[in-house]
């Protein structure tokens, strides 16, 4: 990454102060989005950025623009473009170089790196600008495992960011189809919001448990009511779909608290007489919980 400022001499004309940066970034199955600065507000003047895209061999990568685009128009040979290249080791490729109100189309490259460029002149800008998402292809012609697709599927942290992968030019449409209440023969649409809240409840995560007050204060000569009070503690699944899920792997808490509870207590002893008295007793919550795994130890 670098940044600077220079004097640029364009178009018979003399720019001052333009600001430069250009950013490396690595694709991911997650995906990510670039965009002018500001966005959706109109972007500042005399700016020259760029972002370098690569992925891993043997991929290749998808940009979507957004719909909200808007870049000054050409005017006299002054405007304000974004512009994408595809670059290999052997030649460069020029999608294209883009302003105005339209948005460009979706593309995918031909290698495993692009460049988008972005300049705007010291005259007019325009809003909100421009902002791409950028995502991982996987080649076609080498299908990828049962065990590789598993591992890539888990890398991502949304159905956006899966459904952009799996198709990237319908995915909006299969996005929005999932969620209608039509059926078809031999299943029905799955409600993406329920499955979210099962992964929360079966994921290593805090949740309720009742716990016997005697057992967890190791008091033998005490009686308590209630004999039990519901506490959270950290339970749940490590590591789903992973080798080691069942094995190796221990949902523990990583925070903990104090938590003050009143209770009616009775000591059973030879001289006590046999009357309920109310305490206050500290119980341990847990707030935050890790999976703690024999390959990776306690951070």
Request: aromatic residues 10%; hydrophobic residues 30%; contains cysteine.
């Amino acid at each position: 990454k670098t940044t600077s400022k220079y004097i640029l001499l364009t178009e018979n004309r003399l720019i001052t102060d333009m600001y430069q940066k250009e950013d490396n970034i690595t694709v991911t199955a997650a995906g990510g989005v670039i965009h002018s600065p500001r966005y959706p507000n109109a972007y500042p003047r005399n700016l020259l950025l760029s972002w370098k895209l690569l992925s891993p061999p043997g991929t290749r990568i998808h940009l979507e623009f957004d719909g909200q685009f808007g870049l000054e128009e050409a005017d006299n040979g002054v405007y304000d473009f974004v512009e994408v290249e595809d670059l290999s080791e052997t030649s460069t490729i020029i999608w294209g170089r883009w302003c105005g109100q339209k948005a460009p189309p979706s593309l995918n490259s031909k290698a495993n790196m692009l460049r988008v460029t972005f300049n705007s002149d010291d005259y007019f800008v325009e809003k909100p600008g421009f902002k791409i998402y950028f995502s991982m292809l996987v080649n076609t012609e080498v299908p990828l495992s049962l065990e590789e697709l598993d591992r890539t599927i888990a890398a991502f942290e949304s159905v956006e960011q899966l459904f952009r992968y799996l198709n990237p030019n319908t995915w909006k449409h299969d996005l929005d189809s999932i969620y209608t209440q039509n059926t078809v023969p031999f299943y029905t649409v799955v409600d993406l919001n329920r499955h979210y809240d099962d992964v929360k409840q079966y994921s290593c995560t805090p949740r309720n448990y009742s716990v016997n007050l005697r057992e967890e204060l190791r008091t033998t000569n005490a009686i308590f009511f209630p004999r039990c009070l519901l506490v959270q503690r950290c339970g749940g699944n490590c590591g789903c779909g992973t080798d080691n899920w069942n094995n190796g792997c221990n949902c523990r808490a990583a925070k903990t608290t104090l938590k003050l509870h009143e209770v009616g207590l009775n000591v059973r002893s030879v001289s006590a007489r046999k009357s309920m008295l109310s305490t206050m007793i500290f119980l341990t919550h847990h707030d935050r919980c890790e999976c703690e795994c024999a390959s990776q130890p306690p951070r």
